[in-house]
């Protein structure tokens, strides 16, 4: 199901869809309540949401659609890059978030994914690697996780440690990789070091 308040977006967005095999748009909503109205009638397997709309926005509509059906996978779309407007939508329940410049193929893998159950890592808009001065931009929550990455502490050990779910954990590390143009946990960690976001007697939580 997708969900925007531009009807050339959803247009767009559902021709692209129709081009992936075993695809299928089986509604389309402008607003929160039509999004809502919407589930109850198709239960669609992964809802492509904007989180700009006017009215109900996307994540107080991901709220509320989560509270219906706990179930509900939920894949957010911005333009934002604002790290506030992707931790709300976390929160909020998303599964993951994508922007709206992403590649077809890009697209169509994070939905892929999310249907699997897993994190879509956000992709640099250039689809290519990003200089250090970009990658070195790690917030102070995503500096506190990669300290505890380097432990050896698994995304529910972290979130338990500094007091947030398993889900926002996933994306602070989806995050981390990104920035850090990391293929995995361990790289990661190497390129902390590389980038001295990492001391050599490794980062904690600071208490």
Not at 156 to 178: C, D, F, K, P, Y
Request: overall charge neutral; charged content about 25%; proline content about 5%.
């Amino acid at each position: 199901m997708l969900v925007d308040d531009h009807p050339v977006m959803r247009i767009g967005l559902a021709n692209l869809l129709g081009l992936e095999p075993g695809f299928e748009v089986v509604a389309q909503a402008d607003d929160g309540p039509s999004a809502l109205e919407l589930w109850r009638l198709h239960h669609p397997d992964i809802c492509l949401m904007d989180i700009s709309m006017e009215g109900m926005d996307g994540v107080e509509t991901l709220r509320r659609l989560r509270k219906a059906f706990p179930d509900a996978r939920v894949l957010m779309l911005t333009s934002s890059k604002a790290p506030e407007d992707v931790r709300h939508a976390m929160d909020a329940g998303a599964c993951g978030y994508v922007m709206k410049n992403i590649r077809r193929g890009e697209l169509a893998d994070a939905i892929r994914a999310a249907h699997r159950g897993e994190l879509p890592a956000p992709r640099p808009a250039s689809g290519g690697p990003q200089p250090a001065s970009a990658r070195r931009g790690l917030s102070h929550r995503e500096l506190e996780v990669l300290g505890l990455i380097r432990q050896g502490f698994t995304n529910v050990e972290i979130g338990r440690l500094i007091g947030i779910s398993e889900r926002t954990t996933r994306w602070h590390v989806a995050a981390i990789m990104e920035k850090l143009g990391a293929a995995d946990r361990a790289q990661a960690v190497a390129r902390g070091f590389e980038n001295g976001l990492l001391g050599v007697t490794g980062g904690g939580t600071g208490g």
